[in-house]
């Protein structure tokens, strides 16, 4: 299994450009997460989803889209680009089995708006 | 959620045993108590949970008090890959309150492994 992939790694952005981080999991995993992180703080929630065709905001979703068409994929959406939004963004996934916070990340896609 | 307390930084030689506290003083019984670690640069990893017995994986021991009001993450070998940012995280499941909405990381405890 190759577990939580995201692409790409690295990635600068104009102001007002748009694009989709891409994340998929091979895990059969129902919950999917979007966390960003700015530099020596903690992971803030930006968007969440329970399975496929069902999403939610998180803590931070201003400036962001989702969407789940398939248990594997979760892309976000990024919309008019602006200097806020550079940070790192790490997407995750876990089973729903037994309730318990066991999530698996990806390796995190680092984003520059300039 | 209750909240967690853990201290900014700490310091470990190699080869001893890491220990890192945790305080959480105002978990509800429900509540499990999960650690997670962030190598720099990579995405947060899962270490262990517990809600009142201790607990050991291949990774770690966490060590909670009987009151529960705090808890220990034992890192019996601590070698130079451990070095990485800790968080201690307090969580009712899904299935008790906790909701679909995830964790909550703090800024952790700055672990350092010293040569």
């Known amino acids: 299994n190759a577990g939580v992939t995201q692409t790409p790694k690295f990635r600068i952005l104009k102001i007002g450009q748009s694009m989709t981080l891409q994340c998929a999991q091979d895990?059969?995993?129902?919950?999917m997460y979007w966390y960003r992180q700015d530099p020596g703080m903690g992971l803030k929630l930006i968007y969440y989803?329970?399975?496929?065709?069902?999403?939610d905001k998180g803590e931070v979703p201003n400036g962001y889209n989702v969407s789940r068409s398939t248990t594997e994929d979760f892309p976000l959406r990024l919309e008019l680009a602006a200097p806020s939004q550079t940070s790192v963004y790490f997407c995750a996934s876990r089973t729903g089995q037994g309730g318990l916070e066991k999530l698996f990340f990806g390796s995190g896609t680092q984003l520059s708006v300039l | 959620d209750a909240k967690t307390t853990q201290p900014t930084s700490m310091d470990c030689a190699e080869g001893r045993a890491a220990n890192l506290p945790c305080n959480h003083s105002?978990?509800?019984?429900?509540?499990?108590v999960y650690w997670y670690r962030q190598i720099h640069s990579q995405g947060p990893q899962y270490i262990i949970h517990g809600l009142k017995n201790n607990e050991t994986n291949e990774m770690a021991s966490l060590i909670i008090t009987e009151d529960r009001k705090s808890s220990t993450l034992i890192l019996p070998h601590a070698t130079l890959r451990d070095t990485a940012v800790y968080y201690c995280?307090?969580?009712?499941?899904?299935?008790?309150?906790?909701?679909?909405?995830?964790?909550?990381f703090g800024k952790g405890t700055h672990l350092i492994i010293q040569p």
């Open positions: 895990m059969n995993h129902n919950y």
């Open positions: 105002t978990i509800s019984g429900n509540e499990y």
């Open positions: 989803s329970v399975g496929a065709g069902i999403t």
């Open positions: 995280i307090v969580r009712f499941t899904m299935y008790s309150g906790g909701g679909a909405d995830g964790l909550t």
